[in-house]
């Protein structure tokens, strides 16, 4: 169906304008452009719209594991719907509030902050399959591209924290850096881990070379670096149990204290789309992507036959962020120096191990992952 | 003609942005800055074809390196007047290097060796090209040799930067991690069992 609209709106809408607006030379360059931009946009409006409900989602799953009710009370119309529209009404609370700078911060930093931290999780989705044929840029080095990317958010932490002039942001801004380092090799050696068993780069490619049953997925030959990957994702993402940097008890709000209105509500924006990456990767690389679980199955097969491919990927993205909430309402928050450890003498060591035995058994060609 | 668009527009950030870095007062700026100038150099590799090189560059430099680098810089105390205190006295140096720099960069760019008299079109190539794995052929069997001695020496480097930040001193009052993780309920908690005492209920309060 999205194949259709889309196919409807540069049919009716973007061919028009660039042979009316346009000399004859430019027209096909500028028509790619506006598809794109359309592709964009269906990818990052919902990718918004699940970053709002999965506030909402947090606070009902940490509600009734705690025996509350979470927010029940702003709906639509005069209906409450179990506070569906208490995401709406807490963005349109953040845009109306004032953006107060602090005085002696560094005005343009500390204004360019919360944008670094949004945008390269934002940017990541564009090397993300959806199916074998939705992606919007279909590179060669996906899984690089999108290392790097994550890699980056620190700089929104750090830039914050130092631009805001205040000891309790400094504070954060530095336990962030600092853990974000160490949990990167551990992420970045989980991710050659999944290199060598998929023998590309491209995050399709991987997901195809997963293809046969829920056991020829990658969770069970690189099961040491799936559960690494997801715990360096929760530590990236400055979530529970390794959020010091926010550290409410410690440190207030550790980087984003001194934030208000919508610079804050950016910050909090990519916090939860980072959360949804690093799902999504995780479902990716290690449980099939877009391929179906009854896969291989006799009789299941032909039964789910009608359900899209993507619903499977949303399926096991939606588990994968069940988990962070989860997590942080079962979990205490972890001391300093053990993260550390927990980063440095720990995953790092098991990545390494994991990574001579994946390659002995690609090099072995061990069935059913590697024939 | 997009190409070219886009060559001269990173080119220019590029150029912009390292030169702001040696300009800036605020060493933060500074730091930001040369972050700036790595994405525009790895825009320019894209452009080359070189997508490995490219995000290799952003993931090793922008997102480790450089965190480092402003990690340290934010904790320096850093007076602006002392800084600008020895502008003078310095200048003729730094204007001797400045130029014998500019003199040795002119002199190998403009020779043989970098060939940037011929000008070669980027040959395109198909979609199916990885630049990745070229690289890693090209490792692996030809520049073997070279390609284990840099790991070898970058192996020594780690033991030599972790042996230099061990702390030697005997008074270190670090607790150790695995002895806290191991600790079970019995080692720290010890359940007695005593006797009740018989004449408390006969004791008038």
Redesign the interface.
Known sequence: MLEIVYQFISQNVLLPITTILLPVDYQA?ALTVLQTVIKIFSILVPVLITVAYFTYAERKVIGFIQGRIGPNRVGFFGFSLWGLGQPIADAVKLLVKEIIVPTGS?RS?FIMAPILSLAPSLAAWAVIPFDDTKVLAN???GL??V??LT??A??GV??AG?ASNSKYA?LG??RS??Q??AY?IAM?FALVGVLVAAGS?NLGDIVNSQVGSVFHWFWIPLFPLFIIYFISGLAETNRAPFDVAEGESEIVAGFHVEYGGMAFSVFFMAEYANMILISVLSAIMFCGGWLSPFQGVPIFEELFNWVPPMFWLLAKTSFFMFLFLWFRATFPRYRY??IM?LGWKVFIPITIVWLVVVSALVVTNTSPWFN | M?EQIVFYFFGGVLLLSASMVVIMRNP?HSA?LL?LSFFASAAIWLLLQA??LA??L??VY???VM??F??VV?MLDINLVTVREGFTRFLPVGITVAVLMVAAMGLVVSSDYFMSDTYMVIKSIG?D????KELGLILYTQYLYQFEIAGAILLVAIIAAISLSMSKSKVNKS?S?EEQ?IVKKTDRLRVIEMKAESNIQSKKI
Do not use: C, H, K
Request: proline content about 2%.
């Open positions: 360059q560094n930093l590179i060669n080095a690089l591209y290392l790097a890699s980056l620190v700089y750090i830039i130092w400094f801004a530095m850096a600092a974000i380092v990167e970045g780069l120096d053990q450890r | 997009i933060i930001l972050v997508e490995f995000i290799t952003v993931l922008v997102g480790a965190v480092l402003l990690f934010m979609p090209y990885s630049n990745t607790i991690s993780v």
